[in-house]
């Protein structure tokens, strides 16, 4: 069974340009989930999918970042304008369901902007 | 919100010796998850502990459930090289919208 699949692995873009990444989850996974890892720290949740209705994107930065999961499968991650502080590792998790579900993690996009 | 404390931050061990660490909490978890990430990779799942007290097993790794719901501790037995990395704990919050909180991690490094 193939693992949850990211891309670009890496992306070194400008401060202001936009910058977008895609994941597609494992298999028959319904929820689908985005996280921000700061250097040094764990993981922070910005958006999580079930299907394609985001049910929580309280952690989502809505005046530069956006996100669709227009078919319930693959995923794009959006920043448009990009910042210097959004220099960080993006991961993509998926999980069957949502409660109780393992959450099985993609390798990541790590973005510099400089 | 809910957060979880690790410790140690990071730590230099000798090949062959045991590891211990732990995470920490104010509030209670009903579920602890101990995951592995590897440099340029995303996390992965060692051990899920769904039961205050529970103690669970993988490999040379060992993990508990502390009694009060507000702890857990993973240990690791005869480390390797390949044991480097950071290791996080994380669980879902028991309030408001269903997410995974994760702890500051523990960066292992191995000496040979």
């Known amino acids: 069974e193939a693992g949850v699949v990211q891309s670009p692995r890496y992306k070194i873009i400008e401060k202001k340009q936009p910058v977008a990444f895609w994941c597609n989850p494992i298999s028959g996974h319904n929820t689908l989930y985005w996280y921000l890892q700061n250097l040094g720290q764990g993981p922070e949740l910005l958006i999580r999918?079930?299907?394609?209705?985001?049910?929580?994107d309280s952690q989502l930065p809505k005046d530069r970042f956006s996100a669709e999961r227009l078919k319930g499968v693959d995923s794009t991650l959006k920043i448009q304008p990009a910042e210097l502080g959004d220099s960080a590792v993006y991961l993509c998790a998926s999980s069957r369901g949502t409660s109780g579900d393992t959450q099985y993690f993609g390798p990541g996009t790590r973005l510099t902007v400089l | 919100g809910q957060q979880l404390n690790q410790s140690p931050q990071s730590m230099f061990i000798q090949e062959g010796e045991d590891v211990s660490m732990n995470c920490t909490s104010s509030?209670?978890?009903?579920?602890w998850l101990w995951y592995k990430q590897d440099p340029g990779e995303g996390p992965v799942l060692l051990i899920a502990l769904y039961k205050a007290g529970e103690l669970t097993s993988n490999g040379r790794l060992t993990a508990q459930f502390g009694i009060t719901r507000k702890d857990s501790f993973l240990n690791i037995s005869a480390s390797i090289p390949s044991d480097v990395g950071i290791y996080f704990c994380a669980g879902p919050t028991t309030s408001g919208t269903y997410k995974y909180i994760f702890g500051t991690g523990t960066r292992l490094k191995v000496l040979a």
């Open positions: 999918y079930e299907n394609e209705e985001a049910v929580d």
């Open positions: 509030s209670i978890f009903n579920t």
